[in-house]
């Protein structure tokens, strides 16, 4: 049998997400990461509430190429002919875009599944 090797799962596509979000924000070492819809609406988060809210807000911006904020990055997420905004800040650029790589397969497959 194989080993299972999350320890938390939820058949809830958000709650999921959340973890999934989680996960990634603790093994990255980001100070916050967020799914977001293309109006800047909070999807699911991972940080401070209130941080998670101003980078689904400026998360359309950051990505059209119209604002800037240090330290995050966005990233465009397909699902299913849709677009999400995958949006994290940290520091540590290079942990930050390898997180934001390895977690936009996660999101696009649990939002699929939605």
Sequence with gaps: ?????RRR???????????????????????TIVVADGSGVVVAGAGSWASCEELAAFAPLIASGSHALDGV???????????????ARSTDVSARDDAMSRVAVSVSRILRAA
């Design 73 to 87: 990055a966005v990233k465009r997420v397909d699902v299913d002919g849709d677009k999400v905004l995958l949006c």
């Design 1 to 5: 049998m194989e080993n299972e090797r």
């Design 9 to 31: 799962r939820s058949h809830d596509p958000l709650v999921a997400l959340h973890y999934q979000l989680s996960s990634t924000r603790r093994e990255g070492s980001l100070d």
